[in-house]
């Protein structure tokens, strides 16, 4: 699974991690996050972020 980063915060969303605090279990690609979470850090949406390509 690709990790995303927040472009306004740099903040990177890792899939093996989640976002425990915003309800997404480690495991959840970021395309399988619902269209109304937000970027814990900044509060963006998802419309906000990037795909990390390594
Ligand atoms: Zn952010």
Same mark, same amino acid.
């Given at each position: 699974?690709?990790?995303?980063?927040?472009?306004?915060?740099?903040?990177?969303?890792? +899939? $093996?991690?989640?976002?425990?605090?915003?309800?997404? #279990?480690?495991?959840? *690609? /970021? =395309?399988?996050? +619902? $269209?109304?979470?937000?970027?814990?850090?900044?509060? #963006?949406?998802?419309? *906000? /972020? =990037?795909?990390?390509?390594?």
């Amino acid at each position: 699974m690709k990790k995303y980063v927040c472009v306004p915060c740099q903040w990177i969303y890792d +899939p $093996e991690v989640g976002d425990p605090d915003g309800g997404i #279990a480690p495991g959840t *690609a /970021f =395309e399988d996050i +619902p $269209e109304d979470w937000v970027c814990p850090i900044c509060g #963006a949406g998802k419309d *906000a /972020f =990037e795909v990390v390509e390594d």
